[in-house]
């Protein structure tokens, strides 16, 4: 299987800061890369939908201001969470499509991000 | 609005049973269907894909799939408490600009030792 990695793997920061998760791609070009939050024992929720050179598409409900989404390259995108607040604490996961994939359409995720805002 | 259901549980088995897992979709045009596992505090991991009405099976694992009646199942044969987690229904939607993994809200199966 693909190998994703997430950049840090738990957070806690202070409301009113900004948190930058980073998630990349080792071993292939991802076509796409998906933003999810996960709140504790509820399903994922997609947040946005990002492929390189081109803006994020986002989920209804989803605020693009305070969800800033960058795919810089084929291998690496990043969900900055501006002025987070408390019930911006949930567990953030990322997922990638690559090209030419063994699966049509499967997903591969990275482990996660947990960020808590104090 | 394109839904995948399916039943939360938690279903209990004992170990060495099979269990059961089903979920439905309301979108008749889906083409492909995944399920996922998703232990408590980690990301989901692929465990089945199906893409064709009728059943597929890797190992212990047996994926059914029922277009006219929009329902996949994913059946586990000899239950491990390894199996224990949180399994997830995906459909795969294709509209256009809108490619994207509709989820269901998950199974939580319990194995008994």
């Known amino acids: 299987g693909a190998v994703v990695s997430q950049h840090p793997s738990w957070v806690i920061c202070k409301s009113g800061t900004s948190v930058k998760i980073e998630c990349r791609s080792l071993d292939f070009q991802a076509t796409t890369m998906f933003w999810y939050r996960q709140f504790p024992k509820q399903s994922l929720m997609l947040m946005a939908t990002s492929n390189e050179g081109s803006k994020a598409t986002y989920e209804q409900g989803v605020e693009k201001d305070k969800f800033l989404i960058n795919h810089a390259s084929l291998t690496l995108s990043t969900l900055t969470v501006t002025s987070a607040h408390p019930e911006d604490s949930s567990f953030y996961i990322c997922?990638?499509?690559?090209?030419?994939?063994?699966?049509?359409?499967?997903?591969?995720f990275g482990p996660g991000t947990r960020l808590t805002v104090l | 609005q394109k839904e995948v259901e399916q039943n939360s549980g938690p279903l209990s088995v004992p170990e060495g049973a099979i269990a059961s897992l089903n979920c439905t979709y309301s979108?008749?045009?889906?083409?492909?269907f995944f399920w996922y596992r998703q232990y408590s505090g980690k990301s989901p991991e692929l465990i089945m894909f199906?893409?064709s009405n009728g059943d597929k099976e890797d190992g212990r694992f047996t994926a059914q799939l029922n277009k006219a009646s929009q329902y996949v199942s994913l059946l586990i044969r000899d239950s491990q408490p390894s199996d224990s987690a949180t399994y997830l229904c995906a459909v795969f939607l294709d509209a256009g600009n809108n490619r994207k993994l509709i989820w269901g809200l998950g199974t939580s199966l319990a194995v008994n030792p």
């Open positions: 199906i893409y």
């Open positions: 979108d008749r045009g889906s083409q492909s």
């Open positions: 997922s990638v499509s690559r090209r030419g994939g063994r699966i049509y359409n499967e997903q591969f």
